[in-house]
């Protein structure tokens, strides 16, 4: 009896790691507010017609943001699955580019393109011979509809290239044998395969679209959304409840994802041939027709990012082309004050301080978390199931939460940088722990067997051999983690104050301010910090978007 108790003390203490976390970062936030909710406001919202419009224009701006993300990927994908050129890494690590890059700096991309005198309207007025602007879709729920299928195709594109890439070569083989046409070929072979993982990154570019904040808070205009309301409320009672009608909806959605998730992992792994990808140049009609639909879709992808860092070092507005250079707008940030004798070095210097902080600390409970979740097949199923959760959770509502319990509540921490590194790190670590484990399940089997046959016990194992294994992939999360923190745009917008806040907020004050070019050299850092991150790290950034 002793020894099952034993048994059972040590089984529990894999879950420990995982229940602290999700005890500090989630649910005492979340209690906090349900604990701050009236009951009868709570019941008045869910018949309020503005409230109701508020949940409608969050679920139609998600829709119309994901099926054109879906639809626009999968010729992308299928090209990327099926064939093997010359430059083929090149045009997809460009493609997937817009989606590190922080969503705040695409916005002002697009505001740079979808501006009356942008390269769009520049682009109309030359073709129909008009001088006045012609488009006029900046600030309204299109402009941010566009910008999400900007930034979610790749998302959308590295889920379906799985699914492509996982097709059973021996069924399409057969198809081929037996004289099937196309049409037959994708009903039978394709679709019957390819459904899940279709499922799956509809539900995740949808998840993504319904808890967007920088881009309706930024060009949305008129248009807004629950999770913009939640912080344009948060001084009133009323944006707890509106949090909890939020976090209530993200969680069924988080659910969904959690279960397409396994189910496309599952099916990726039981291709019984892979699909093979045909190398060499692309010769046929079809496949000279993807290559320059894959092109052009970089070459889209790629505008809002390439604009922004034009802008950074033009004297003018940009078309296309600058049409002289400066360094003015640089010039500007270190004139520009931000907040109460809060300048460009100071909110560098925070900003980076924070990133490095939140990001150790997220590197070490992943590996915490991950350790103890695989000392078992059951801890590691429930750890990964269970860290799925936070991926698509309202982040207004875990903010306000975290503001509520640990900025004015049990720890009076409003107004300090270490209620930003809290925040990061309940955001990072559910991304980085993929990443982690997925290098940690790689080590065979055999060599920790060894290791226990030889005496090893689990702490000399982890710090002999195991971390010295992963420590490639320990490496490159940390820098994944520093570029998530550097860029995060939700939590420092309830957390600053106007001596300490961070670049993002900074970008958005500019962008307010309507100074663009200033805005834009400012972006132009960030862009930098973040690419110089992920370049160090471009497969565990592409196996961070895949095992999401």
Known sequence: MATRGQGSLVHALDYLPLLAFALFFYAIPICYVLASINVQELAGLLNDPYV?????????QAVASTIPSIVLAIPVAYFFAN???????????????????????????????LGERGLVNQFLELILGTRQPVSDVLYSVTAVVMTHVIY??????????????????DQLDAAHVSGADWLTTLRVVYLSHLVPFLAASAIL?????????STPILIGGKFTTLEVEIYSTRTRSVSSSLAI?????TLAISVLVMAFRERTYKSSLGSARPLSREEGQSHTLGRRALLVYCILVAVIELMPVYLVLVQSVSQSAVVLFPTSISLEGFS??????FGFGVGFIDVLL???SIAFVASLCSVLLSILIAWRGL????????????????LSISRSSLALGMMLSYGFGMLQLYGSWILFILGDIALIVPLIFRVIEASWLRIGSEVREAASTFGASDLYRLFRIELPLIAPAVASSFMLAFSSSISEFTFANFFSTLNLMTLPISVATLLDLRKFGPAAALNAVIILIVVAAEVTSPAVSQEALRVM
């Open 350 to 352: 925070t900003s980076l």
């Open 375 to 390: 000392q078992s097949k059951r801890a590691r199923e429930s750890t990964g199931l269970l860290l799925s959760l936070p």
């Open 205 to 213: 570019v949808f998840a993504f679209s319904f808890i967007t904040y």
């Open 245 to 249: 009608i939020q976090l209530a909806m």
């Open 152 to 169: 979610y195709l790749p998302l959308a594109m590295l889920i379906l290239e799985q699914g492509f890439s996982s097709v059973d070569q």
């Open 52 to 60: 109701l419009k508020l949940i409608w224009n969050t679920i139609l």
């Open 332 to 337: 500007a940030l270190f004139a520009q004050e």
């Open 83 to 113: 064939y093997a050129f010359r430059g083929s890494k090149i045009v997809r690590n460009l493609l997937l580019t817009p989606f590190f890059v922080p969503a705040f700096a695409v916005t002002e991309g697009m505001i740079i393109m």
